[in-house]
């Protein structure tokens, strides 16, 4: 069998893991939504954060308890880095310095998790697992509780009471996060994942020489990692590591965990509005999307242009021999259309047009299917957009789901799919004008841009993953990705969750004669179309100055 065809049944079986999770998950995480009840360890939590659960919330509270719990996060994270050698388990490792700690801080709190640092170098036991393993589940909890209050904005009317954002939280990491995680790192642990608090675990070398290598939780942070699309890497080499990703098949897996969670969403979305088919057709646009970028990827990988990888007869540069060229392409779409940010290959040494397909699946405001969360509400903004330009085509006032899509709506719409461009775009021209020894882009030309095109485009789509060939860990990089992490991740969540007070306030439209039938394929055409044209509008001039000048050359 050749190794396309091969890559071609193992996009099919993840496809068919997928369908095989997707309405039992979807059904479940709508059932933990719509509950009354709470369980006991919930109760306990709820008594802890003296949080009432019952009691609803309209948008600004319930902003001011995501940002309330994310600045409490980032002080705690911050200050358990600081004092990292005064604490047990730090493996006799020093303080982290006060611009990485910032970073790592507002970085794993904002469900980036950029590291300018190698991990099995520099955080100890307690850092790891009481720290980064945790907002790995509670950054990804804030996500989905968002999106759920916007579905609950358009589901529901005349109120603008969206939930109560603990008692979200809570229930998206007790009864979704957790057990899911947890049986996933029992698969990771028995297919040869790492999982201990020892020291240093001493190894022999093919040369015979002897190296310490570090240990710790690993199978229980990289189940989480995938799970909740966080991505940082117990690691330096991340998911190319053998303790984090054994095999072929805990790759494919990983993968499988990446996706999961947020194509399901699109389940509990259908369920929670009452159209099952509205779902579909947003599950319908995100589906089209991811495959049309593996296979766009895996034949830019293949073809390798250039003469030195025509001589090697593959772009294998950078990329795992127990991985090979397909799986690396279908890992490093699915990390960069979501926002996870693991990768299992450097993407830096894809061909120049494969890394720019990278860039460009972050661009798109990865929506596809996007994180835990993020991308559900992020597609959502898209279709607000996509009914709107179809309403001006036909001269009618748009309507989504029975709301209307007034100028109140789609201001908030506009300034959520502008601030994220605006932020990469912003610093990456302010590092560009800036000395070399600021923007410390190893390489010259074209492929230098694109390594700080990458960097805060990662940064402020909060995905984390990164061109090899910069050296992000200096001051400049450490202070200013750590920002735009912070503002590409709570700057749009205001206006997600404007918009979704606004259309709860609504009362519903009834269907007409000129109503755009959302779920109908034209409407996920016209998705797909909406979402294609704007990323290309906003960010062809930058791409062309990076990846497409590179390729081209």
Not at 203 to 221: E, R
Not at 474 to 493: C, E, Q, S, V
Request: proline share 4%.
């Amino acid at each position: 069998m050749s190794s396309i065809s091969a890559d071609a049944l193992q996009v099919l079986a993840l496809i068919v893991a997928l369908a095989l999770a997707y309405r039992p998950l979807g059904d479940y995480m709508a059932a933990v939504y719509s509950s009354k009840e709470h369980l006991r360890a919930e109760r306990w939590i709820y008594r802890c954060v003296g949080a009432d659960p019952d009691r609803e919330m309209r948008w600004p509270a319930y902003l001011r308890g995501v940002l309330a719990f994310s600045l409490v996060s980032v002080l705690f994270l911050y200050l358990l880095q600081r004092v990292q050698n005064h604490l047990p388990g730090s493996l006799g490792f020093a303080a982290v310095t006060p611009q990485q700690a910032f970073n790592t801080a507002a970085s794993f709190v904002t469900n980036t998790n950029w590291q300018s640092y190698s991990g099995e170098s520099t955080m100890g036991h307690v850092v790891q697992t009481g720290g980064l393993a945790v907002q790995n589940f509670v950054s990804a909890a804030v996500g989905i509780a968002v999106a759920i209050a916007l579905v609950r904005g358009f589901a529901r009317s005349r109120t603008g009471e969206l939930g109560n954002f603990w008692a979200d939280l809570v229930r998206t990491t007790v009864r979704i996060l957790l057990p899911l995680a947890f049986l996933a790192a029992i698969v990771l642990v028995a297919c040869g994942a790492i999982e201990n608090f020892g020291n240093w675990h001493d190894v022999t070398t093919l040369s015979g020489a002897h190296q310490g290598m570090p240990v710790g939780g690993v199978a229980s942070q990289e189940s989480i990692k995938e799970l909740g699309t966080n991505g940082g890497g117990f690691f330096n080499a991340n998911s190319a590591h053998p303790f984090e990703n054994p095999s072929a098949f805990t790759n494919l897996f990983e993968i499988f965990l990446i996706l999961v969670i947020p194509f399901s969403l699109t389940r509990t979305f259908g369920r929670m509005v009452g159209s099952i088919k509205q779902g579909y057709a947003i599950l319908a646009a995100m589906g089209i999307i991811w495959l049309g970028f593996v296979v766009l990827m895996s034949w830019t990988e293949y073809a390798h242009p250039g003469a030195a990888l025509q001589a090697a007869h593959a772009a294998m540069e950078g990329k795992e021999q127990r991985f090979g060229v397909g799986s690396s392409s279908l890992f490093a779409t699915s990390t960069t259309l979501t926002s996870t940010g693991a990768v299992d290959a450097f993407h830096s040494s894809f061909t120049a047009f494969g890394g720019g397909l990278t860039l460009l699946s972050m661009m798109l405001g990865e929506i596809a299917p996007g994180g835990t969360g993020s991308g559900l509400y992020g597609m959502l903004i898209m279709a607000v957009i996509a009914v709107f330009i179809a309403g001006l085509m036909v001269g009618r006032t748009p309507e989504y789901l029975g709301k209307k899509i007034g100028g109140r709506e789609i201001k908030f719409a506009a300034c959520y799919i502008l601030i994220t461009p605006a932020v990469a775009l912003v610093f990456t021209a302010i590092a560009m004008a800036l000395p070399t020894p600021v923007h410390s882009a190893l390489n010259p030309g074209a492929h230098g841009f694109s390594e700080v095109l990458y960097a805060y485009t990662s940064a402020a789509n909060n995905n984390g993953s990164a061109f090899a060939g910069l050296n992000a860990n200096t001051d400049w990089f450490n202070t200013t990705t750590g920002i735009a992490t912070l503002l590409g991740r709570f700057l749009p969540m205001v206006f997600v969750l404007a918009l979704a007070g606004s259309l709860g306030q609504q009362q519903p439209v009834p269907v007409g004669a000129g109503t755009l039938r959302t779920e109908k394929p034209l409407f996920a055409a016209l998705l797909v179309g909406a979402v294609l044209i704007i990323t290309g509008l906003t960010y062809f001039p930058a791409l062309a100055l990076g990846p497409i000048a590179e390729g081209l050359s």
